[in-house]
């Protein structure tokens, strides 16, 4: 059902509007995921390995500013969810505006610290200076046109509340195709190295942050953007803070954390952080189904839960959940089938080949703990919940990890041990998040009911 410009995931079947909903973010994510592919791919193939080991190298510092601006963007998209599946126009207007001022505020802090903390956070990883060079050209890029890419993101956020989750995937399907072409034309053509894949990569944002605002700016839906009303409004920023915060504050720790596993990996030289950005690159494929699973439900629970229809919420996370399984269950077969050819893609050095196909094949059989993790967080921000689902996270995904590594690294000089930090963080954060999750349903189910 389609109102005022958006969709209605309150009504219909549940497995149509779930699925329906995630096929369109699961291509977008895909698409996404392309930007670095990529350039990873282009560069270990035209480069060298150093340049593959380059790009991966800068992932977690990256992801690190990204993943708390995406946060604030999923608290964004809960309280435009909510208000838009009760049909409040007039909050629906303030949630848009006070969104899109708060990104275009917090895009020129996010470019001034990137740009400024590029050579600290590399030498803080322990960059090899094999590799530190090549590092700081492609951040410093990326970092000065980061805005673009938090521009898109909450603009997508605000098309997804609403129940379209076409429209993202099409724009990052056309700065997709731009960034591959100038990555053959800046890479491979120009030998501009790794700086051309960043260039590459910003232009294509830029071109996505621009269709996503214009589709807002056109479109005759409650959640048009009208320019001369951008403002910020306290009471949803409040409401967006209040949600959001958590959310981003976790995806931000985890994602420092996550330097820090970085600069352990680094001490193991070049040929085995090429296989560590491969493995990565491909990890965030194989999630792909799992966190569009994860968006899904989040829109889904927030827009049932906006018209007090409890059941139909925790109906929704139930099926989620089925498919999230099921998806692991059909990506983790080839994966360990063929994960050498897919390390190869990248690098073929037998070296780099024989950590990555490793990394693969050990990492793959937990990915059914990551879809349990994904679809119960999901649901609960749905709810406007994200503090103690937060606080587990950060418990699995940062502290715990840490502590693990200090120790296991002070005894033992094992790539392997370190690997085992991941996917032991998992089982911690999926156990928790499960009994947190059987524990808030009866809440919700008061806080919502009529």
């Known amino acids: 059902m389609a109102s005022k410009g958006g969709t209605l995931m309150t009504e219909g079947n549940i497995w149509s509007r779930i699925i329906k909903f995630a096929l369109p973010l699961m291509l977008g994510y895909l698409f996404q995921q392309l930007y670095t592919a990529v350039d990873s791919i282009i560069v270990g193939n035209f480069v060298s390995k150093q340049a593959l080991a380059a790009v991966g190298t800068t992932t977690p510092i990256v992801n690190m500013l990204i993943g708390f601006f995406t946060g604030l963007s999923s608290g964004a998209s809960v309280v435009i969810a909510r208000n838009f599946g009760a049909q409040n126009e007039k909050k629906v207007q303030d ?29 803080f990883m322990k960059t090899p200076d094999d590799v530190f060079t090549e590092s700081e050209t492609y951040l410093t890029i990326y970092f000065a046109g980061i805005a673009s890419l938090m521009i898109y993101n909450m603009g997508a956020a605000i098309l997804r509340a609403v129940g379209d989750s ?42 996505s942050a621009a269709l996503v605002l214009i589709t807002l700016t056109k479109t005759n839906g409650i959640f048009k953007i009208h320019w001369n009303k951008v403002k910020m409004h306290s009471y949803v920023m409040k409401e967006i803070l209040h949600i959001g915060f958590p959310t981003a504050l976790q995806q931000s720790i985890t994602s420092f954390s996550n330097v820090f596993v970085q600069s352990y990996i680094n001490s193991f030289g070049s040929s085995v952080m090429a296989a560590w950005s491969a493995y990565i690159k491909i990890d965030h494929f194989a999630i792909i189904p799992l966190d569009s699973i994860a968006m899904s439900i989040t829109t889904f629970v927030g827009q049932n839960l906006g018209v007090k229809n409890v059941k139909r919420a925790e109906k929704g996370t139930k099926y989620a959940a089925i498919l999230a399984i099921a998806a692991t269950a059909a990506i983790s077969v080839p994966i360990i089938i063929f994960a050498p050819n897919l390390i190869m893609l990248f690098n073929k050095e037998a070296e780099v080949v024989e950590y990555g196909m490793f990394l693969l094949r050990f990492m793959t059989p937990f990915y059914s703990l990551v879809a349990i993790n994904s679809v119960l967080s999901g649901a609960l921000c749905g709810s406007g919940e994200t503090r103690v689902p937060t606080a587990i996270r950060l418990f699995s995904f940062v502290v715990f990890r840490q502590i693990y590594l200090f120790f296991v690294t002070q005894y033992t000089e094992s790539f392997v041990a370190v690997a085992l930090g991941y996917p032991l963080g998992w089982i911690i954060s999926a156990v ?19």
């Open 95 to 123: 949630a848009v505006h006070t969104a899109i001022g708060m990104i275009f505020i917090l895009s020129i802090f996010a470019t001034a610290i990137g740009v400024f903390m590029v050579p600290y956070m590399l030498r």
């Open 166 to 207: 076409k429209k993202p995937l099409y724009f990052l399907i056309a700065s997709s195709v731009v960034n591959v072409v100038f990555d053959l034309i800046f890479v491979v053509a120009f030998k501009m190295g790794v700086a051309g894949a960043a260039y590459a990569t910003v232009i294509s944002q830029i071109i």
């Open 432 to 450: 928790f998040g499960t009994i947190y999750y059987m524990h808030k349903k009866r809440e919700i189910e008061i806080r919502f009911s009529d």
